[in-house]
């Protein structure tokens, strides 16, 4: 079953502007990853909060975790062109510390 | 330090046929999985293997194998492909299993289309 959720489906910024995607999960977590894809190519990881945190930072990142409505949010601070791509959460599922379960992602696109 | 490295980058096959991609871990790095992700959607688990042996498995059909070498590099067998097989496959590498705050590094995938 889908776990991950992300929201908006697309969405489309001015460079200089904050992006803002959201996550909804359904099962308990260990953690709550946030993963960028460019063009169909390989994932590369971002950020990683863990079930115990609310916040967590890296660089221009910002992501928020609230487990008691289990959701996440991603903020991108002062977007640039090159933060195009596709932005995925995936829940790391408490039960299965194997795998991670995925999101349809969010289209981000940051227009010059 | 290499990433992770899959073989080949684009495939195409016709239904029926038989398919394998390969996978080499970051160096060092002892477990890999494998994920499929159709155009669209978000990558679904297959398989993680570790240690040779199979650590887990997604909710795939028996069509679909993996097996992992002693330099833990993988393959990931597809049996008589469907049209719905056509996706791009993700090969992901990590340290140790079962780490549940660790993340996945992952290759660039192969991009397989069955006509």
């Known amino acids: 079953s889908q776990q991950g959720e992300e929201d908006p489906q697309a969405l489309s910024i001015q460079e200089g502007e904050n992006a803002t995607m959201n996550c909804s999960y359904k099962?308990?977590?260990?953690?709550l990853q946030w993963y960028r894809q460019n063009s169909g190519r390989g994932l590369v990881h971002l950020i990683l909060?863990?079930?115990?945190?609310r916040e967590k930072h890296s660089g221009r990142l910002r992501v928020t975790l609230d487990t008691s409505k289990k959701s996440s949010s991603l903020l991108i601070t002062a977007s640039r062109a090159a933060d195009t791509a596709s932005y995925f959460c995936?829940?790391?599922?408490?039960?299965?510390?194997?795998?991670?379960?995925f999101g349809k992602g969010t289209l981000l696109t940051v227009n010059p | 330090d290499a990433g992770v490295t899959q073989s080949p980058t684009h495939l195409i096959k016709t239904r029926g046929q038989q398919v394998t991609l390969r996978c080499s871990p970051i160096?060092?790095?002892?477990?890999v999985s494998w994920y499929q992700q159709v155009l669209g959607q978000g990558p679904q688990f297959i398989f993680q293997?570790?240690?040779?042996?199979?650590?887990g498995r997604g909710n795939f059909p028996d069509r679909f194998s993996a097996r992992q070498f002693p330099n833990y590099s993988s393959e990931l067998n597809v049996n008589a492909l469907l049209l719905g097989d056509s996706a791009l496959y993700l090969c992901?590498?990590?340290?140790?299993?079962?780490?549940?705050?660790?993340?996945?590094?992952f290759g660039n995938g192969t991009r397989l289309t069955v006509t």
């Open positions: 992901a590498s990590s340290l140790l299993p079962g780490q549940p705050n660790s993340p996945l590094h």
């Open positions: 099962t308990s977590i260990n953690n």
């Open positions: 909060i863990r079930s115990n945190e």
């Open positions: 995936a829940a790391g599922d408490r039960g299965s510390n194997y795998k991670l379960t």
């Open positions: 160096s060092g790095h002892k477990s």
């Open positions: 293997y570790y240690e040779k042996e199979e650590r």
